[in-house]
Nanobody, 118 residues
């Protein structure tokens, strides 16, 4: 069983920055996709950013130009640098990795809370 542990969440004022990290209990080298998701109460979990095995990245329109995802397969860590934070970025952030054929195996961390005050 793969374990993912997020860290780096907290309270920040609008316009500030935070860096989230995700550490895995297994190697990322076989991950197909690594991603960060966000969830707020009453809403579905949404994809914020993802990075693929070929190092290509994908971002939600709402965070493009402000967030940067990175992953280090050899250190088994993944990060999300969040700049110019807005109150609407508030939520619980989860890291996720997908592995195996057709991404059949999907693992989640327990999340870290980010609160952006106005």
């Amino acid at each position: 069983q793969v374990q993912l542990v997020e860290s780096g969440g907290g309270l920040v004022q609008a316009g500030g920055s935070l860096r989230l990290s995700c550490a895995a209990s297994t190697s990322f080298s076989s991950a197909n996709i690594m991603g960060w998701y966000r969830q707020v109460p009453g809403k579905q979990r949404e994809l914020v950013a993802s990075i693929y095995s070929d190092s290509s990245t994908n971002y939600a329109d709402s965070v493009k130009g402000r967030f940067t995802i990175s992953g280090d397969k050899y250190k088994n860590t993944m990060s999300l640098q969040m700049n110019s934070l807005k109150p609407e970025d508030t939520g619980v952030y989860y890291c996720n990795i997908k592995m195996g054929p057709a991404n059949i195996r999907s693992y989640w961390g327990k999340g870290t809370l980010v609160t952006v005050s106005s």
